[in-house]
């Protein structure tokens, strides 16, 4: 596909926006939803994670009616009975796929799936985007419109060039959260319930400093070091500075990989029936 000028800009400014700094699996869907939204025209956006151990899938998306939930519910009952919704990232060579790659609009319109998920949304057209997961996982993206023109092969050729700069994006982000896990992250100490102080003070301790070296790094007199580790053993349980480290980096794990990309406001689903992926 060759692109438009207009179509090369965009997607090097939503590329920029999607890799910018600070990129991690908590803000990973976010800015999936904005590039996937800047790139081709639709009324929803879905992103959702299959674990195929447990037959459960996650799933969100950047607009959420009342409806959507009940929806993706009858979904997990009726999926296996669709090759559309097998959630197979073996389909269509990996690439992305869309409704009429198995149906007619009409064809479409006589499904259960489409009588029971997607007509209670206002939506009638699915196109999904397959992105790298981690083990036992198989994640998409669906991307939604309701009475409009079937996806072109034009914007088909344009999401396969965004697919891989989203599979890029994810493997940063999990790597990225990966490397902060393996030491305590203060802003994740915070949110479990650390003073900012006491925060600064844990991580330098789980770096294997003393004391007096905390209070010169933080600039502090000693006795100020002193009691915050005492505080610090009270809120966390602990009763010295190796059990204060290892809940540390537990902590900023639990913090940092909570909600994955799949948002604080996922719905998580039961699947029915037998998929590709629990094979």
Not at 186 to 214: F, H, M, S, Y
Request: net charge negative; with cysteine.
């Amino acid at each position: 596909m060759a692109l438009t000028h207009d179509q090369a800009r965009t997607l090097c400014q939503e590329s920029e926006l999607l890799l910018r700094p600070n990129l991690g699996l908590g803000n990973f869907a976010e800015r999936a939803f904005a590039f996937l939204r800047a790139l081709i025209p639709c009324e929803l956006i879905a992103f959702g994670t299959l674990y195929c151990h447990s037959r459960q899938l996650e799933i969100c998306a950047d607009e959420e009616t009342p409806d959507f939930r009940p929806a993706i519910e009858r979904l997990g009952h009726l999926m296996a009975g669709h090759e559309l919704f097998h959630w197979n990232p073996d389909t269509n060579e990996g690439r992305p796929f869309m409704r009429r790659d198995f149906y007619s609009a009409r064809a479409f319109r006589q499904t259960d799936v489409y009588a029971e998920v997607m007509k209670p949304l206002g939506l009638d057209n699915h196109c999904a985007v397959h992105v790298p997961a981690g083990p036992g996982e198989i994640s998409f993206f669906g991307i939604e419109r309701r009475s409009g023109p079937d996806y072109s092969e034009d914007e088909r050729d344009l999401l396969i060039l965004g697919q891989s700069l989203l599979g890029s994006a994810r493997r940063l982000a999990r790597e990225r959260e990966h490397m902060l896990c393996e030491t305590p992250c203060p802003q994740a100490l915070t949110t479990a319930g650390l003073t900012p102080r006491e925060a600064e003070v844990l991580t330098l301790v789980a770096d294997g400093k003393g004391n007096e070296e905390v209070a010169v790094i933080l600039g502090i007199e000693l006795y100020t070091v002193k009691d915050h580790i005492k505080r610090i053993f009270h809120k966390t349980g602990t009763p010295n500075r190796h059990c204060a480290t290892l809940w540390a980096l537990r902590t900023t794990h639990a913090v940092l990989s909570r909600g994955d990309e799949a948002c604080s406001h996922a719905i998580k689903v039961r699947v029915r029936g037998e998929l590709p992926g629990f094979a």
